[in-house]
């Protein structure tokens, strides 16, 4: 799998192709900013990008902006964001203007090396990523007439992990509950969220969204 990595912070930088090499991704280009991905990713387009949220010049959101530039120009390269902070909303917006193949992580995260190189993977193969540390601070938060409070303890759960990108099978591992069981919560979840079969977009990406807008 071919990547291509964009940090300002060289070190970082470095140790993370490394780590990624040993694991057997190939890494085609390494970039400092924003303007350089998108130049380097429009003349040869990796399977997936990985790049700081902030980098030079304003240390804003300059990866966002670079990932919404190359989505828009190759739709098929993956795109992993990685933060120092938890910045909800950040993650919203990835999760508002690309449909799939977008990730969402901690720096942190790196360091969990099998971890990573997975959620990597899923990133490239189309699937959502989200950071557990996030998750788990919008899950704690409670509003007033917040219409998630329709869902029951273990249905938040399921959704949380959900919002992390588990697959139902994931789902089944991670809570040790059997397949049916799982699907029984995913479609309670669909039904309690007012999301039909029939609705225009993907339902479980729709219940993530509901989920990420109402904390």
């Known amino acids: 799998m071919r990547v291509t990595l964009a940090d300002d912070a060289v070190l970082f930088r470095e140790g993370m192709a490394r780590i ?37 010049p304003g240390f804003a959101d300059e990866g966002i902006e670079a990932a919404a530039a190359i989505r828009s120009f190759a739709p098929e390269v993956g ?65 007033r007439d917040d219409p998630l409070d329709r869902l029951s303890e273990r249905e938040r759960e399921v959704l949380g992990l959900m919002a992390q990108g588990l697959s139902n099978a994931a789902l089944s591992a991670e809570l040790h509950l059997s397949a049916k069981t799982v699907e029984g919560y995913v479609s309670s979840i669909f039904t309690k969220l007012d999301l039909a079969p029939d609705q225009r977009g993907n339902r479980r990406v729709l219940a993530v969204l509901r989920f990420l807008r109402e904390q």
């Open 79 to 143: 795109l992993m964001l990685l933060s120092q902070y938890v910045e909800a909303h950040h993650a919203l917006r990835l999760m508002n203007e690309f449909a799939g193949g977008v990730g969402y992580l901690l720096k942190d995260r790196v360091s969990d090396l099998g971890a990573f190189a997975a959620d990597v993977r899923r990133v490239a193969a189309g699937e959502v990523v989200v950071d557990p540390e996030l998750v788990a601070l919008l899950v704690g938060r409670r509003r």
């Open 20 to 56: 990624l090499a040993d694991v057997g991704f190939t890494i085609v280009d390494q970039v400092r900013d924003g303007a350089a991905l998108v130049e380097r990713v429009r003349a040869d387009p990796p399977d997936v990008v990985i790049t700081d949220l902030r980098m030079p």
